[in-house]
């Protein structure tokens, strides 16, 4: 079992630390998120020795953009040497990012800064969804061929026998892209041999229907600082309290998370050829269409969804989900509070 503390900020809060070492001593698997400028050399140890085993610290680009984006000169400086005090202190690292038109054509270039400046052993690229404070910036999202694109790069990045790195994306759309490479129409690159393609085929299709699709509800689920649980940070959804019901009766009954485990009735992503290995984004669905089962506009399959929210963007139908006036839908969801 693992446990991921996120926030906001999780070494804002002062009693972090204790929190962290009594989760390790419950052996659970403990991995931190966090933005990296309260991290010192000693911190960093401090960490370590409570028993976190994993830390991903988000660069939203290089410094100009990303302490643009995040509203707060020297951010970037900040985080690039908490980074660099977690490798020191031997604790295995990741580096986050979010795409978006923002910082898009800086991704490159941020590849090989993580490996070869800042020496972690794995690079995130996180899907945007549009939720909370991200609805301002919708207009930044990509469209399905930039993230197809994208998803192309890193893939080929990640098969690189020449990297040390690590290149993943959170998008459920990066298993297709690795089982099209592994099944598909493609020749292998430079970065594959004949052999290490045939064996990738034997691995590729059992992998991705494992660990492919959207995890939401399927492989985790999120926790409230109140115990409320959602299926997932990115969707504003009470399934239930921990501090009312045990974690395994939610995760075993909620009517929510069954939906959202159902990709057969799907709309759009329900009817794609790769739904068991992708399903879309559940929380940008909810996000752009107020509904869990509704379609991930994201890719070229659900190029039409795409065009929907583009063209019509004056229906409410397509207009982003607005958290303070839900329709009747999410009044049945509400049903399981």
């Known amino acids: 079992m693992a446990i991921s503390f996120s926030g906001g900020e999780p070494l804002a809060r002062k009693d972090f630390l204790e929190v962290a070492k009594y989760a390790a001593d419950k052996e659970f698997y403990v991995s931190v998120a966090s933005n990296g400028t309260l991290i010192t050399k000693t911190v960093a140890q401090k960490m370590r020795e409570a028993g976190v085993q994993y830390v991903e610290i988000s660069l939203d680009g290089f410094e100009e953009t990303h302490d643009e984006f995040r509203g707060m000169p020297g951010s970037w400086k900040r985080a690039v040497e908490g980074i660099k005090n977690y490798v020191e202190v031997g604790l295995d690292t990741g580096v986050a990012t979010t795409a978006t038109h923002y910082n898009l054509k800086e991704i490159p270039k941020l590849v090989e800064f993580v490996e070869n400046e800042l020496h972690v052993k794995r690079f995130i690229v996180f899907n945007f969804i549009p939720v909370n404070r991200g609805k301002e910036i ?11 694109e994208l998803l192309d790069f890193l893939y080929s990045k990640l098969i690189d026998s020449n990297r040390k790195l690590d290149v993943f994306s959170t998008a459920p759309q990066y298993a297709v892209t690795s089982y099209k490479f592994a099944f598909g129409p493609m020749v292998a690159t430079h970065f594959m041999n004949r052999d290490a393609l045939e064996m990738l085929k034997g691995r590729t299709k059992s992998l991705t229907e494992f660990i ?5 509800g399927r492989l985790y689920c999120g926790m409230e600082p109140n115990g409320d649980i959602v299926p997932c940070v990115f969707i504003p959804v009470k399934v239930g309290n921990i501090r009312e019901q045990s974690l395994v009766k939610i995760w075993r009954e909620s009517t929510v998370l069954k939906q959202i485990r159902n990709r057969d009735v799907f709309k759009g992503c329900g009817e794609c050829q790769y739904k068991h290995i992708c399903g879309g984004c559940r929380a940008r669905a909810y996000a752009y269409f107020n509904d869990l089962q509704g379609p991930d506009p994201g890719c070229s399959f659900n190029q039409k969804y ?9 229906q409410s139908e397509f207009k982003i989900a607005s958290l303070k006036s839900l329709p009747g839908e999410y009044e049945l969801l509400k049903g399981e509070d």
């Open 306 to 314: 795409w065009e929907k929210i583009v063209n019509s963007s004056e």
């Open 138 to 148: 919708a207009d930044q999202d990509l469209t399905p061929k930039e993230r197809e």
């Open 212 to 216: 492919g699709r959207c995890g939401a």
